[in-house]
């Protein structure tokens, strides 16, 4: 179905006050690639029509089916080499100092089909288990959450397919933390008894979450406007302990936040601190 009219400003309108998702312009073929069959199983005939339905849907099943479309869930294990470099040099390292007095708490805010909040997982039962303590694994405890449910729907079951789990994940970890059966590998009970995942939109309060000793926010506010962008770092700082780092995707930069954060360089991988409150 192609849009006609003012339909890619009010679709483009309806994802953005949904999700904080932004289409430029030039990005209608989205729309028409990812909406026209939701569209054609609701009998719409124009987008026009499919707008018209979305805002009447009082149940919210539609609108959560198109944000769940307009999502990008692109995502793998280990994602970037220099942020796992740091993890495994820096963060992990404090995370399992602190883990031996208490539970420690992590955040992957964006966590797709769970492969980043996994690998966390696995990395700090390495670590834990190289350093003799391999019990300080009970004391993590790691919360992933993604507005789509289709993504979410992967992550809880974390069973993964031959592509998505020769992307980025050693043969070694493969064989140590998963059950092959068939094509499908599933991910160890132990490190699935690690992560609670959940769904959650970024433009609502934080605060139900609790506090965090390191977030992940990597590759979702790129699809955000600044201001949106702004205001969800904002928000984590409200909900990261003092001192505690969040963690960016490599393409992206945290501007104008230096009340709020201290960037930390490691290697190529740049953390952000939160700083105390003052
Ligand atoms: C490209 S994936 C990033 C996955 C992972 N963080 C990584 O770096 O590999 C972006 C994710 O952000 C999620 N997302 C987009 N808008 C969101 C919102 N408003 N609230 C929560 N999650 C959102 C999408 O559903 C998608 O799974």
Redesign the pocket.
Known sequence: MKLAGNEFELLKGFVEKH???HLEPGKEYLIETRLTDIAIEHECRSFFEFYQKALADTTGKLRNRI??AM??????FF?DDNLWTYMKEVAVPALLKKAATGPVRVW??????G??AYSMAMLFDELARAQGTPSLSGNLEILG????SA?LFLAISGRYDSLAIRRGLSEERRRRYFQEHGSVWAISDEIKSRVKFRR????DPFAPLGTFDLV?????AI??QDDFKKDIFRRIAGVLKPGCPLLL?ATEILRDLNDEYEPVLHKNCTAYARKPAR
């Open positions: 999700c904080g998702i944000v769940d999502t990008t869930n692109e995502t793998y994602r992957s805010a964006a966590a797709s089909t492969q980043e959450t993604d507005i789509s993504a959650f939109n970024l433009m992940l926010c990597r590759y979702v699809y955000f995707g």
